[in-house]
């Protein structure tokens, strides 16, 4: 089957760096994207990796290896507005989206 | 920019009745998609459609389904509704041609069966 593994919860400090991991077993790979969804509100955009290596985005960098089916979300220099949970997913062989539970993570000043 | 709306934001409902979420997209993505999104699981996919006048089954189709007349619109029913079907329906749209198929989202319906 098909299956994308995040932490349920993580919590890091305002000023700090966190690195969310999300591993994947999926029907082949064309893609994994991160969402970021506060709470009550839809999921929103945040990065796209199709090769391997990093992909910078301001506070934002996301980080894929497909020979180890692994990917992380890297945020700096956090926000409280960063409080929120992020989403791991992959587009399979089908080009159907396979999505992760979700992390939620706790900002504490 | 509207982008996608959805209505309603909000319902409660009878089980056994029948509703329609709507979902509208004005960015004339050929790709749509309506999932639910429950507290502790994935978005999981009930149906899309990846153009007008085509629809798929998703992951969890059962009491569900869609039409796609048009390209703007892509309207979900519950044909008869059961409290398992009680979630947040999200909507999205994403162009498969090109770029990163990226989805675009509804701010969601949050749905409540009694």
């Known amino acids: 089957g098909q299956n994308i593994d995040q932490p349920t919860e993580m919590t890091a400090t305002e000023g700090a760096i966190v690195q969310i991991n999300c591993t994947y077993q999926t029907s082949g790979f064309n893609g994994l994207f991160w969402y970021q969804q506060h709470a009550g509100e839809a999921p929103t955009f945040l990065s796209y990796?199709?090769l391997d290596g990093l992909e910078e985005k301001g506070r934002f960098s996301s980080f894929l290896s497909r020979s180890k089916g692994y990917s992380y979300l890297l945020l700096k220099e956090l926000q409280m507005k960063d409080s929120a949970s992020y989403l791991c997913?992959?587009?399979?062989?089908?080009?159907?989206?396979?999505w992760g539970a979700g992390t939620k993570l706790i900002i504490k000043p | 920019i509207a982008g996608i709306t959805q209505a309603p934001t909000s319902q409660i409902l009878a089980a056994g009745r029948r509703m329609t979420l709507r979902c509208t997209q004005d960015m004339r993505h050929n790709a749509m998609y309506w999932y639910r999104q429950d507290l502790g699981l994935g978005l999981r996919l009930i149906h899309y459609s990846n153009t007008a006048g085509t629809t798929g089954k998703g992951e969890v189709p059962d009491g569900y389904s869609v039409s796609r007349a048009n390209t703007d619109d892509f309207p979900l029913t519950l044909a008869s509704a059961v409290p398992s079907q009680t979630s947040v329906y999200f909507c999205?749209?994403?162009?498969?041609?090109?770029?990163?198929?990226?989805?675009?989202f509804g701010e969601g319906s949050r749905l409540t069966v009694l």
């Open positions: 999205a749209s994403s162009e498969l041609a090109g770029g990163t198929g990226e989805l675009f």
């Open positions: 990796n199709v």
């Open positions: 997913a992959v587009r399979d062989s089908n080009y159907q989206l396979i």
